[in-house]
C-alpha cells in the first residue's frame, strides 16, 4: 500500500480555516486520496475522497497537487466539534478496496 | 436509516478465552471490514469480506478469523485471547460496487483481556 505522511498535531482557533497537509510521494495513478476523521470515542467518519481534481462538500474541501504527491484538507471554519484525528489514505483504484489508515493528525480547537 | 451497528459494546475476558463480536452492516451493503484499533495506535486492518466470502487479511495470527452471513451480517473471533488483545474492534461497510469506496464505520466493540 502506498503510504502518506500527516504531521502528528495541529492547532487552531475556533471559526478559522485550517489546512491539514498530506504527503503521498508514492502514489500510484489509480490510487483515490481519502479523507477520514475519528472524534474521540467513535468509529472514523468519511470526510472526503478525490482522485486529481479539487473537490467540495458539506464538511470540507480537498485541494490535490498537479503532480498528486501532496494534498490538503481545508476545513473553512473550525469549530470545537472538528477536534479529531484526521487520517488521509490512499485507496487503490482497483479490486483491493481496503483502506490503511496511518496515524493521522490530532487537530486541536481552542476556543 | 440504520448505521453500522456493533455488539456487544464492551466485553471482558480472561487470557485464553474465545471472543466473539458482531456486525450488521448498513442495509444494502455487501462488504464488511473489521479494525483493531489498540490503545494509542492507529487502526490496523483485520479483515474484509465480501459476498460472503474472505477478500483480504490483514497481518494478524490465524486465531483472529471471521465469516459473513448470507445477510451480510459478519462475526469476528479471537480465539486463545492474550492480553495485548485488548483493543477497539471497529466494524465497517460499504456498497462495494459503488466508485466512492466510502467505508462506514460502527461504534466498535471494545475488548478487555485479563
Known amino acids: 500500500d502506498a503510504k502518506t505522511t500527516q504531521p502528528n498535531s495541529m492547532e487552531s482557533n475556533e471559526e478559522e480555516p485550517v489546512h491539514l497537509p498530506c504527503n503521498h510521494s508514492?502514489?500510484?495513478?489509480?490510487?483515490?486520496i481519502h479523507w477520514y476523521r475519528q472524534l474521540p470515542s467513535q468509529g472514523p467518519e468519511y470526510v472526503i475522497h478525490g482522485l486529481t481534481s479539487n473537490v467540495n462538500n458539506r464538511m470540507a474541501s480537498l485541494a490535490i497537487a498537479e503532480d498528486r504527491k501532496s494534498s490538503t484538507l481545508i476545513l473553512h471554519r473550525a469549530t470545537l466539534r472538528d477536534a479529531a484525528v484526521y487520517y488521509c489514505i490512499l485507496r487503490s483504484g482497483g479490486s483491493n478496496y481496503k483502506l490503511t489508515f496511518g496515524k493521522g493528525t490530532l487537530l486541536t480547537v481552542n476556543p | 436509516e440504520a448505521g453500522v451497528t456493533q455488539s456487544p459494546t464492551h466485553l471482558i475476558k480472561t487470557r485464553g478465552q474465545q471472543a466473539t463480536l458482531r456486525c450488521s452492516p448498513i442495509s444494502g451493503h455487501t462488504s464488511v471490514y473489521w479494525y483493531q484499533q489498540a490503545l494509542g495506535l492507529g487502526l490496523q486492518f483485520l479483515l474484509w469480506y465480501d459476498e460472503g466470502e474472505e477478500r483480504n487479511r490483514g497481518n494478524f495470527p490465524p486465531r483472529f478469523s471471521g465469516r459473513q452471513f448470507p445477510n451480510y451480517s459478519s462475526e469476528l473471533n479471537v480465539n486463545a485471547l492474550e492480553l495485548e488483545d485488548s483493543a477497539l474492534y471497529l466494524c465497517?461497510?460499504?456498497?462495494?460496487?459503488?466508485?466512492?469506496?466510502?467505508?462506514?464505520f460502527g461504534e466498535g466493540s471494545r475488548l478487555t483481556v485479563l
Open positions: 508514492t502514489i500510484s495513478g489509480t490510487d483515490y
Open positions: 465497517a461497510s460499504s456498497f462495494l460496487r459503488a466508485n466512492t469506496g466510502e467505508l462506514f
